[in-house]
């Protein structure tokens, strides 16, 4: 089957030789605040470690490389949202410089990326400075058009959006997806067209509003659909258990009343049968493990899924082919209620299935656990890896898919 990644424009089908690449990364980073004379620095790496492998062979292929992120969501130009620090950590990695433009577009940084050797990089300011970027601001696209002779498009985190950066400049250059964006296109095209079963999916988090197109299309597709995490609190209100004080928004219960109505014709649908428990207010105190029942009592919450519903999720990981996971399965940072987290951690990490993990939280709990490096596929997408599974259309990939301009 000819999957969507397949119909992809690719850096494999660009000479970019001696060529200006406008490389769109995804460097949406945390950072460390400036204490005692520190300057601001990079809290975790791991998205501009993402990009390395196309950065690299852009470079190896003499691409003239002119890297462009959105950093945070700033008002306007705010220079505690500079990506310096983020061309500083870029150049630590790569062993190259990394100067910084004054600005993202403009006749000063377009003289700059002239005179860009092959193999050389510069980065752009955060192109949300830009009014236009979120706006998809048709002068900003061609702004940034003329700071370059190709796009590559490595930022799948973003593809969900159509801002200038991402879907108007794809409209102006020849453009292809990077390697990131591939392989992620790659990974989760073949749970949704191709998935070796059983296919399993674990849902937690928060917000079942945000997360129903997605437990609606596994109730579709997978063989069985695990829910955890605060996202279970509606579905359990549904079923007609007392919730107590657990996260619920009101909001939520008619899509988990529509999601149980489909999963009473599907069969797939688990939920929690055993509940953590802890206090109103006291969530660091004192828990008790509800181990038989679901029931929360006035003025407690439910924060983890219980012992045994951790072990019955467990149990539907391990013989499976194809596994997703997004979201923990409780307030996995602190400990009383990291254990159900965890439990689904190591049987993902266990198993021999083909495991694709997304989520900024879920991939946090398995770096926290040392488990990053055993599962198939850690997803950077978030939003846009769930609109991809949910089958919407995301205008970033769209736009490499329909590119104007011819390749070359």
């Known amino acids: 089957m000819i999957t969507i990644a397949h119909r992809l424009w690719t850096i494999d089908d660009l000479d970019v030789e001696d060529r200006r690449v406008l490389l769109r990364a995804d460097f949406d980073v945390p950072l460390v605040p400036p204490s005692a004379g520190s300057p601001v620095r990079v809290a975790d790496d791991a998205r501009i470690r993402s990009a390395l492998p196309t950065i690299e062979e852009l470079r190896r292929r003499g691409a003239r490389l002119v890297l462009v992120s959105h950093l945070d969501r700033p008002k306007g130009r705010d220079p505690a949202l500079s990506m310096r620090p983020v ?51 048709p002068g900003l696209a061609s702004a940034l058009a003329e700071l370059a002779d190709l796009y590559v498009d490595d930022a799948f985190g973003t593809a969900h959006r159509a801002h200038a950066s991402t879907e108007g400049i794809a409209q102006r250059l020849p453009s292809a997806a990077g ?40 109730l579709e597709l997978a063989d ?32 988990a009343r529509l999601a149980l109505v489909s999963a009473t014709r599907s069969g797939r649908l688990e939920v929690p049968s055993d509940l953590i428990l802890a206090k109103w207010g006291e969530e660091a105190g004192v828990t008790t493990p509800a181990l038989d029942r679901v029931d929360v009592p006035d003025d407690w919450m439910g924060l983890d899924i219980g012992p045994r ?17 997004s979201g923990p399965m409780g307030r996995f940072e602190l400990a009383p209620f990291a254990g159900g987290t965890r439990a689904i951690a190591d049987a993902v990490a266990e198993t021999s299935a083909t495991t694709v993990v997304g989520g ?11 488990l990053q490096d055993r599962v198939s596929h850690l997803s950077t997408g978030g939003g ?18 329909r590119t104007p301009v011819t390749a070359v």
């Not at 000063?108 to 009014?131: D, I, S």
């Not at 073949?190 to 299309?217: F, N, Q, S, W, Y």
């Not at 900024?360 to 040392?370: D, I, K």
């Open 179 to 218: 390697r990131l964006m591939e392989r992620e296109l790659l990974a989760l095209s073949a749970i949704v067209e191709r998935p070796a079963r059983p296919l399993v999916a674990i849902l937690g988090g928060a917000k079942v509003r945000g997360k129903i197109g997605v437990v609606r299309r596994f």
């Open 224 to 255: 069985s659909v695990c829910i955890g995490g605060a996202m279970c609190v509606p579905f359990l209100s549904v079923l007609g258990y007392p919730i107590g004080r657990s996260l619920c928004q009101h909001e939520d219960l008619e899509p």
């Open 309 to 325: 519903t951790a072990d019955r999720f467990a149990a539907e990981v391990a013989p499976a082919a194809t596994v997703f996971w």
């Open 360 to 370: 900024g939280e879920t991939v946090q709990a398995l770096r926290s656990y040392g």
């Open 87 to 137: 061309a500083e950590r870029l150049a630590t990695l790569t062993g190259v410089a990394v100067p910084l433009a004054p600005a993202v577009v403009g006749p000063q940084v377009g003289e700059l990326t002239e005179r860009l050797a092959p193999g050389a990089m510069l980065m752009l300011e955060n192109v949300r400075f830009e009014a236009g970027e979120t706006r998809n601001d």
């Open 384 to 401: 846009a890896t769930l609109e991809f599974l949910e089958g919407r259309e995301l205008p970033g990939v769209q736009a490499l898919l």
